[in-house]
C-alpha cells in the first residue's frame, strides 16, 4: 500500500509541475497586465506544435525543441501583446479588464482554428525525450515523465531567480505594484508590459513542448490545461508566482490522489477534476484571497 | 425539404435513356411556358446537406475525414451528370461536436439551405439534437458514424443508419471476449450516451459469461489516465483484459500510458479500443508499438469482401489524401451520400416522402456491401436501422500495420487467422 500510495504521489507530484508551469505564466502575466489571459492554454498548444515542427522539419533535437518553442511562444505573445493589447495601456480605454478579457478570448478562438487550418486535425505525437521507463522496485515511471519533471522545475526555478534576483525581475515586480510609481522611477512600463506576456507565453509554450510525448498534440489540448489554470492562480493567490507553483503541485497530486483512493473506484476518475475544484472552494472559504494572494491585486 | 416534384427525365446516370424517359423530358419541355418558376428550376442544384464536427471541441479529424469522403461522392455524381439532369450540391455545416451547435446548423441547413435531405455526424449526442429539427420538418436524415441505440429507437420516419448501433457493436465485443477466454476485465469508458451504453451492453455480455470485470467512467475529454491505470495495475485480482471505450482525443495517450507502464497490452493482460481511433490513418504515429496486439473493431467491410466499388473508393481516397487508409467511420459518410443520390434518384423528385420510401426500399451496393433498412419496431432500435452493418474485430500484429491488413481475429465467418486472440511475445 505504501508503494502505492508513494507511486501516485510521485505521478501527481509531475502533474502538478506541469500545471504550476502554465500557471506561473498566466500569474505573470495577470500580476503585470491585470488581465486573465484566455489564449494561454493555446499559447500553449502552440508551443508543443513549435516543437513538433522544429524536430521533424528543422532535425533539431527533442530536448532543443523545447528551448526553440519557448522562443517561438516568446515571439509570438510578444506579437499579440504589441498588436492587440496596447490599448489596455492607454488612458482613454474604458473598461480596460473587460477589453483584456474580450480580446484574450478572441485570440483563443483564432489561434485554435488557425492551428486546425495549418497544422491539420489529426492529433501529432512528438519523439519521446528519452525512451523507456524508470524503474525502481514498483515504481515505474516513463523517462518522459521524469524529462517534463525535470525541465519543469529547471523553468520555474529560472522564473523565481529571474524575479526575484534580477534588475529586470525587479522592474517587473515594480510595474506589477504601481505602474505609475514604476514610470515616475524611470522604468518604461510599455516594455515590461511586452516582457511579461512574452514570458508568460514562454511558459505555456514551453509547457506545451513538455507534454507532446505524452498527451500527443491537437488544436483543442489547451482546453482543460487553460480551465485548469486558472484554478490554480486562483487558489495560489492572484498575482504570486510562488502561490501558482504550490496551488500547481497541490491539484496535481489531490487529483492523483483522489483518483487512487476514493472508495468507489468507478467513479473516481470522473470527480478528479471536480475534487479539485472543491479543494479550491475550501481553501477560498478561508482564505479568499488564496495561499498568497494580495489583497488589492485585481482587474483594473 | 420539397423543392420539386417533376417526373423522372433521367434517375441516375447508370439509368438508360428509354422511351419513356425521353417521353417525360419531351413532355416537360413542352409545359414548359406553363409552369413558369418550376421550369426554372429544372436547372437548379439538388441541395444535400452534411453535419458533423470539424472544428474542436469534437472529434474533427475524423469528421474531417468523414467529409473528404462526401467530397469524393459529391465530384462522381457531378462528373456522371447529377441526379435527375439536375447538379448537386452539398452544404457542411461543423457542429463542433456540440448539441446546440448541431441543432442550429440543423435548422439552418433546413430553413436558409432548402436541403432535400441530410446526411453524417460523429457524434450521438449532437445527432439526436439535430434529429429533432430533421423530424419537426420531415426531412430525411441519414445518421453514419453514430452508434447511440436511441437514434433509431425513436421511430422518426426521417431517421436512418448506415453504421451499426452499440447493440450490434458491443454485444459482438462481449461475445469476443468471452471467447478469447479472458476472466477479469478492466474497463474505462466514455462518460457519454454511447459510451455509457456501450459499457453497460458489453458488461451485460460478460455477466452472462461469467466474468468479471469493473468499469470505470471518464470524461471524454481527459488526456491522462497514469492514476487509474496505476490503481488498475495495482488491483488484489489482477486484469487480464483492459477495454477501453474511447473515441475522443484521449484515446491514443490511454493506449500508450497503459503500454508504457506495463499494465497492457502484455503477455498477461490483453488490450481493446473501441470507438474508431485504433483504425484512423493517425494511430501508429500517436501510439508507437503501444499499438502492436491491440485489437479494435472496424466497421467498414473486411478486404476479402470488398466488391468494386469499395476497391474504387480506397484507392480515391489514397490518392487524395496522402495514402491514408480509410476508416469504417469515412465509407459510412461516402455510402450516407450515395443512398441519398440513390433515393432522389429511384424517388424521382426531392419529396421528402417520396425518398423516405426510397430509403425503406433501397437494396443499394455501396462500399459497404448491400444496403437495406428495417421497418420493424421490435426492438425499437431496428427502425430504419441498417441490420447487416459490417463488423469486424481486428487484432494488430506489428506495429505500424494498416487497418486493411490486420489478422480478423472475429466474427468466424470472416476471420483470417485460426487464432481469437493471440498474446503479446507467443
Redesign the interface.
Known amino acids: 500500500m505504501t508503494d502505492y500510495i508513494l507511486i501516485q504521489a510521485l505521478n501527481g507530484l509531475v502533474i502538478g509541475i506541469i500545471y504550476a508551469v502554465i500557471a506561473a505564466g498566466l500569474t505573470v502575466i495577470f500580476s503585470i497586465l491585470r488581465i486573465v489571459n484566455f489564449a494561454h492554454g493555446e499559447v500553449y498548444m502552440m508551443g508543443g506544435y513549435f516543437a513538433y515542427f522544429a524536430i521533424s522539419l528543422l532535425g533539431i533535437p527533442p530536448m532543443a525543441g523545447v528551448v526553440f518553442a519557448m522562443a517561438a511562444s516568446f515571439a509570438l505573445s510578444v506579437l499579440i501583446e504589441r498588436t492587440l493589447l496596447t490599448p489596455l495601456y492607454s488612458p482613454t480605454t474604458e473598461r480596460k479588464g473587460d477589453y483584456g478579457i474580450l480580446v484574450t478570448f478572441g485570440i483563443s478562438i483564432f489561434l485554435r482554428n488557425i492551428a486546425l487550418i495549418v497544422f491539420g486535425p489529426y492529433p501529432l505525437r512528438p519523439p519521446s525525450f528519452l525512451t523507456g521507463a524508470l524503474i525502481l522496485g514498483p515504481l515505474i515511471m516513463t523517462w518522459d515523465r521524469v524529462f517534463d519533471a525535470g525541465a519543469a522545475i529547471a523553468m520555474l526555478v529560472f522564473l523565481l531567480w529571474f524575479m526575484h534576483r534580477t534588475a529586470w525581475g525587479e522592474a517587473l515586480n515594480a510595474v506589477s505594484q504601481s505602474r505609475e510609481s514604476a514610470a515616475i522611477v524611470g522604468i518604461n512600463d510599455q516594455l515590461f508590459y511586452m516582457l511579461a506576456f512574452g514570458l508568460g507565453g514562454a511558459l505555456a509554450g514551453g509547457a506545451g513542448a513538455l507534454v507532446g510525448p505524452i498527451y500527443s498534440l491537437s488544436p483543442s489540448m489547451g482546453l482543460i490545461p487553460d480551465t485548469q489554470a486558472f484554478a490554480i492562480v486562483i487558489l495560489g493567490g492572484m498575482g504570486s508566482v510562488m502561490g501558482s507553483i504550490l496551488a500547481g503541485l497541490m491539484i496535481g497530486v489531490s487529483e492523483s490522489m483522489f483518483v487512487a483512493l476514493f472508495p468507489d473506484p468507478s467513479r473516481s476518475l470522473t470527480y478528479a477534476q471536480a475534487f479539485s475544484l472543491l479543494v479550491l472552494m475550501v481553501v477560498l472559504l478561508v482564505r479568499p484571497t488564496g495561499f498568497f494572494g494580495r489583497i488589492h491585486t485585481a482587474l483594473d | 425539404m420539397a423543392d420539386d416534384s417533376k417526373p423522372a427525365a433521367s434517375i441516375l446516370p447508370s439509368a438508360g435513356l428509354g422511351r419513356r424517359s425521353v417521353l417525360a423530358a419531351g413532355g416537360a419541355a413542352a409545359a414548359l411556358p406553363l409552369i413558369g418558376n418550376r421550369a426554372r428550376a429544372a436547372g437548379e442544384p439538388i441541395v444535400l446537406g452534411w453535419v458533423g464536427p470539424?472544428?474542436?471541441?469534437g472529434g474533427?479529424?475524423e469528421?474531417?475525414n468523414m467529409r473528404y469522403a462526401a467530397e469524393i461522392a459529391l465530384e462522381e455524381i457531378n462528373a456522371q451528370g447529377g441526379i435527375l439532369g439536375r447538379p448537386v450540391q452539398i452544404v457542411f455545416a461543423d457542429t463542433r461536436g456540440m448539441p446546440a451547435e448541431g441543432r442550429t446548423a440543423a435548422e439552418r441547413l433546413v430553413q436558409q439551405n432548402k436541403v432535400a435531405a441530410v446526411f453524417g455526424e460523429f457524434h450521438s449526442p449532437v445527432a439526436l439534437a439535430e434529429m429533432e429539427v430533421f423530424h419537426k420538418y420531415g426531412t430525411p436524415f441519414m445518421a453514419c458514424d453514430v452508434w447511440s441505440d436511441q437514434i433509431t429507437a425513436k421511430g422518426y420516419p426521417e431517421v436512418f443508419r448506415n453504421a451499426p448501433a452499440v447493440s450490434l457493436i458491443d454485444v459482438t465485443i462481449g461475445q469476443w471476449i468471452a471467447a478469447a477466454g479472458f476472466k477479469n476485465v478492466a474497463i474505462?469508458a466514455e462518460?457519454n450516451d454511447v459510451g455509457l451504453s456501450a459499457r453497460t451492453l458489453v458488461q451485460q455480455e460478460l455477466a452472462k459469461a461469467g466474468i468479471k470485470f469493473?468499469?470505470?467512467?471518464?470524461?471524454p475529454?481527459?488526456?491522462?489516465?497514469?492514476?487509474?491505470i496505476?490503481?488498475f495495475k495495482?488491483n488484489a485480482t489482477p486484469y487480464d483484459f483492459f477495454l477501453a471505450i474511447y473515441a475522443e482525443?484521449g484515446a491514443?495517450?490511454m493506449i500508450h500510458?497503459a503500454h508504457?507502464?506495463?499494465f497492457a497490452p502484455t503477455a498477461t493482460c490483453g488490450a481493446y479500443l473501441s470507438g474508431g481511433e485504433a483504425v484512423?490513418?493517425?494511430f501508429w504515429?500517436?501510439?508507437?508499438d503501444a499499438g502492436t496486439f491491440l485489437v479494435t473493431e472496424n466497421v467498414g467491410l473486411p478486404k476479402s469482401a470488398w466488391n468494386d466499388k469499395t476497391k474504387a473508393f480506397v484507392a480515391s481516397y489514397k490518392a487524395k489524401h496522402n495514402n491514408a487508409d480509410p476508416s469504417g467511420a469515412v465509407m459510412e459518410s461516402y455510402d450516407g451520400a450515395w443512398l441519398l443520390f440513390d433515393a432522389i434518384g429511384t424517388a424521382g423528385n426531392t419529396e421528402s416522402k417520396a425518398i423516405i420510401e426510397a430509403l425503406e426500399k433501397t437494396q443499394y451496393v455501396g462500399a459497404r456491401g448491400q444496403y437495406s433498412f428495417s421497418t420493424s419496431h421490435e426492438p425499437a432500435w431496428h427502425y430504419h436501422q441498417f441490420l447487416d452493418a459490417p463488423l469486424t474485430i481486428l487484432q494488430y500484429a506489428e506495429a505500424k500495420q494498416s487497418q486493411a491488413n490486420a489478422p480478423i481475429v472475429w466474427p468466424k465467418e470472416y476471420a483470417t487467422v485460426p487464432y481469437v486472440y493471440k498474446k503479446p511475445g507467443t
Open positions: 470539424l472544428s474542436p471541441p474533427y479529424a469528421g474531417t474505462i462518460k469493473d468499469a470505470v467512467d471518464a470524461d475529454n481527459l488526456t491522462d489516465f497514469t492514476a487509474q496505476l490503481r495495482s482525443a491514443y495517450p500510458q508504457d507502464l506495463g484512423d490513418p493517425t504515429e500517436n501510439v508507437g
